[in-house]
């Protein structure tokens, strides 16, 4: 199994910063993709950004250019740099990960909370 935390959520100002971090239980290289999602209150959850594990790198375009999604190999973590962040940033933002090596495949974090006030 793959176990998922995420950390670094919490309230900010409009046009602020907040960096997410996603500590993973296993090798990062045994994982196809790393991916952050968001869901607001009342609506769907939704793709933020993706990374895999040939460094494919994809954004949603209502982040593009102000969020970055990294990894550190080393520590088996994947991060999300949030810049110029707007209320509608408000969300639950969710870490997940694609591996088809493990039986279960898809695995999600707990969320971690990011509320942008205006």
């Known amino acids: 199994q793959v176990q998922l935390v995420e950390s670094g959520g919490g309230l900010v100002q409009a046009g602020g910063s907040l960096r997410l971090s996603c500590a993973v239980s296993?090798?990062?290289?045994?994982?196809?993709?790393m991916d952050w999602y968001r869901q607001a209150p009342g609506k769907q959850r939704e793709l933020v950004a993706s990374?895999?594990?040939?460094?494919?790198?994809d954004y949603a375009d209502f982040v593009k250019g102000r969020f970055t999604i990294s990894r550190d190999n080393a520590l088996n973590a994947v991060y999300l740099q949030m810049n110029s962040l707007k209320a509608e940033d408000t969300a639950v933002y969710y870490c997940?990960?694609?591996?088809?090596?493990?039986?279960?495949?898809?695995?999600w974090g707990q969320g971690t909370q990011v509320t942008v006030s205006s």
């Open positions: 997940h990960a694609d591996a088809p090596a493990y039986p279960t495949r898809y695995f």
């Open positions: 296993r090798s990062i290289f045994s994982i196809n993709s």
């Open positions: 990374i895999t594990i040939g460094d494919r790198i």
